[in-house]
Protein backbone atom coordinates (compact mmCIF):
# COMPACT_ATOMS: atom_id res chain seq x y z
CA UNK A 1 0.00 0.00 0.00
CA UNK A 2 0.93 3.43 -1.06
CA UNK A 3 0.44 6.65 0.35
CA UNK A 4 0.39 9.66 -2.07
CA UNK A 5 1.04 12.76 -1.03
CA UNK A 6 -1.86 15.61 -1.70
CA UNK A 7 -0.32 18.81 -3.25
CA UNK A 8 -2.89 21.06 -2.77
CA UNK A 9 -2.17 21.41 1.25
CA UNK A 10 1.19 22.32 0.02
CA UNK A 11 -0.60 24.58 -1.64
CA UNK A 12 -2.90 26.12 0.34
CA UNK A 13 -0.20 26.58 3.23
CA UNK A 14 2.01 28.39 0.69
CA UNK A 15 -1.24 31.39 -0.20
CA UNK A 16 -1.15 31.04 3.87
CA UNK A 17 2.20 32.02 4.61
CA UNK A 18 2.52 34.65 1.46
CA UNK A 19 -0.51 36.15 2.24
CA UNK A 20 0.00 36.55 6.01
CA UNK A 21 3.57 37.92 5.36
CA UNK A 22 1.97 40.49 3.23
CA UNK A 23 -0.08 41.53 5.53
CA UNK A 24 3.04 41.94 8.12
CA UNK A 25 4.60 43.69 6.08
CA UNK A 26 1.67 46.51 5.40
CA UNK A 27 0.74 46.72 8.68
CA UNK A 28 4.30 47.53 9.49
CA UNK A 29 4.79 49.79 6.57
CA UNK A 30 1.93 51.85 7.78
CA UNK A 31 2.95 52.30 11.87
CA UNK A 32 6.35 52.94 10.09
CA UNK A 33 5.18 55.46 8.09
CA UNK A 34 2.60 57.26 10.65
CA UNK A 35 5.45 57.09 13.61
CA UNK A 36 7.29 59.04 10.63
CA UNK A 37 4.92 61.90 9.96
CA UNK A 38 4.53 62.79 13.40
CA UNK A 39 7.92 63.18 13.75
CA UNK A 40 8.54 65.41 11.18
CA UNK A 41 5.07 67.46 12.18
CA UNK A 42 6.76 68.03 15.56
CA UNK A 43 9.82 68.95 14.26
CA UNK A 44 8.10 71.41 11.96
CA UNK A 45 6.16 72.62 15.12
CA UNK A 46 9.33 73.16 16.95
CA UNK A 47 11.35 74.95 14.02
CA UNK A 48 8.14 77.48 13.32
CA UNK A 49 7.71 78.42 16.93
Known amino acids: MH ?3 N ?3 FVAAAY ?3 IT ?3 AMVAWSVT ?3 RAERR ?3 SRRKTSQ
Open 40 to 42: RDA
Open 21 to 23: GTL
Open 3 to 5: EQL
Open 7 to 9: QWD
Open 16 to 18: VIG
Open 32 to 34: TMR
